[in-house]
C-alpha cells in the first residue's frame, strides 16, 4: 500500500501520543505500587520503556496493573484466590506476546 508523507507524518504523530499516554499510565501505575506497599521505589516506571513499541507498552501497562492486584492481601476482595491463578495465565501469555514483538520487530 502506498500512504502519502502527510498520513505517515500523522500516524507517527499519533503513535507517539499514544506511547507518551501508555507511558504516564505506567508511571501513575508506579506512583500507586510505592504507595500501595510503602516502599520508596516501585519497579513500575516508565524510564525503562521508553524506547518500546505501543504494542509493547499496552502489555506492560496490563501486566503492572494485574501485578498490583496481585500483590494485595488474598482476603481484601473477595474472589481474589481465583484472580490469582488466572492473573498468572494472563501473565505468561502476555509475556509470551511481548516476546514475540520484540522478535518481529527489533
Not at 501473565?91 to 516476546?99: A, F, S, T, Y
Amino acid at each position: 500500500m502506498n500512504y502519502s508523507d502527510d498520513e505517515i507524518k500523522d500516524a507517527a504523530r499519533i503513535e507517539k501520543r499514544i506511547c507518551e499516554k501508555l507511558l504516564a499510565i505506567i508511571d501513575l501505575q508506579g506512583d500507586i505500587d510505592e504507595l500501595i506497599r510503602d516502599c520508596p521505589k516501585s519497579p513500575f516506571r516508565a524510564a525503562n520503556f521508553t524506547n518500546a513499541r505501543p504494542e509493547e507498552l499496552q502489555r506492560m501497562a496490563l501486566i503492572a496493573a494485574t501485578q498490583l492486584v496481585l500483590f494485595e492481601p488474598k482476603d481484601w476482595v473477595k474472589g481474589n484466590d481465583r484472580f490469582t491463578g488466572l492473573a498468572e495465565d494472563l501473565l505468561n501469555h502476555v509475556i509470551k506476546q511481548i516476546e514475540w514483538i520484540k522478535e518481529k520487530y527489533r
